[in-house]
């Protein structure tokens, strides 16, 4: 029987906790004995923890107890994590757990804990959009994709934020038991077995601002008032009383991006809006914020988001008041 163990810990994120499981349990009802997962749960504490949300949890052991390999050791998230130090014992136990498994990750930002245990230098890794600048920082050997809801680098499998881990589950699932199973799982669990494009489209709007003290901000908020005009880099420049070539300089070191890349972001933050809250046919979107044609915004949606516009919209389109 495979085994699988997920790591706990006081102020885990419950959801880290129950997809995965839900996912590998839901999957003994399509396995054969043999073949069906025995699931595990490891505390860092003795007794019972709280999850973040107030749900006590207990664990099966503490993890220190668990000298044996596994096939799957997952580490759970929660929402203080990426501020705690480093836990020795922890992390020397993690490091030697990992490479006795047959595969390790991590749900959401329990990134943090494996790269503390060294797993993660040299990797390429995800975790949840707003723990990325943060994850990077920090284990500056590692290579962070903010876009990805799960990655695989050899035995090492890591994903976005919280639900994202039943994303993850489902793909290990798929690789362990074929994708009949996991089709089975998904549609018991009424999930999708594969989401469309990564986890940017979850995240706050993109564009970058800069210091009300700095002229650029007022380009800035020129562009945000136009974004139906063709803005170039000489009429904005004019606005400033700057020549092209200073301008430019000035704002890419002040935004950290160019003019068009701002604009970009702006025109797409401004869409998304858009497809969110109103029904507006998608032409008429792409006119009001200034992609010159339907095909233009689809192409930066795809860009920057995974998805295209249409594709944004029903995804979101639920989440509207009534």
């Known amino acids: 029987m495979p085994t699988l163990a997920i790591l706990v810990f006081p102020g885990v994120q419950a959801l880290d906790v129950s997809g995965p499981l839900d996912v590998f349990s839901e999957a003994n009802r399509f396995l054969t004995r043999e073949h069906q997962y025995q699931l595990e749960v490891l505390g860092t504490e003795r007794g019972m923890m709280h999850c973040s ?7 099966h052991r503490h993890y220190s107890e668990a000298l044996e390999a ?26 030697a757990a990992a490479l006795r498994s047959r595969r390790y990750g991590s749900i959401c930002n329990g990134a943090f804990l494996l790269g503390h245990a060294g797993l993660l230098d040299g990797k390429t890794v995800t975790t949840h959009w707003n723990d990325v600048a943060a994850l990077a920082r920090l284990f500056p050997h590692t290579t962070v994709d903010g876009d990805r809801i799960y990655l695989q680098d050899g035995d090492l499998f890591t994903s976005a934020g919280v639900t994202a881990g039943i994303d993850l589950s489902l793909y290990l699932l798929s690789r362990d038991s074929g994708p009949e199973v996991s089709l089975n799982v998904a549609k018991r669990l009424v999930v999708f077995t594969q989401r469309r494009g990564g986890q940017s489209q979850f ?13 650029v901000n007022a380009v800035q908020q020129y562009v945000l008032a136009h974004l139906e005009q063709e803005l170039s880099v000489d009429s904005l420049a004019a606005i400033v009383a700057m020549s092209p070539r200073n301008f430019a300089r000035v704002f890419a070191r002040d935004a950290r991006v160019t003019p068009a890349e701002f604009i970009e972001s702006a025109r797409m933050d401004a869409a998304r809006a858009l497809l969110e809250s109103t029904q507006e046919p ?3 979107v792409a006119h009001r914020c200034g992609f010159s044609n339907v095909n233009q915004m689809r192409a930066v949606f795809v860009k920057r988001l995974g998805v295209t516009a249409a594709q944004y919209r029903t995804n979101f389109e639920g989440f509207k008041q009534d």
């Open 53 to 59: 949300n107030g749900l006590p949890i207990a664990a």
């Open 70 to 95: 596994f096939d799957l050791i997952l580490v759970a998230g929660g929402p203080e994590l990426p501020r705690q130090p480093r836990d020795e014992a922890l992390s020397a136990w993690l490091h």
């Open 203 to 215: 995240s706050p709007y993109l564009t970058p601002y800069v210091e009300e003290t700095s002229p």
């Open 282 to 284: 998608i032409k008429r």
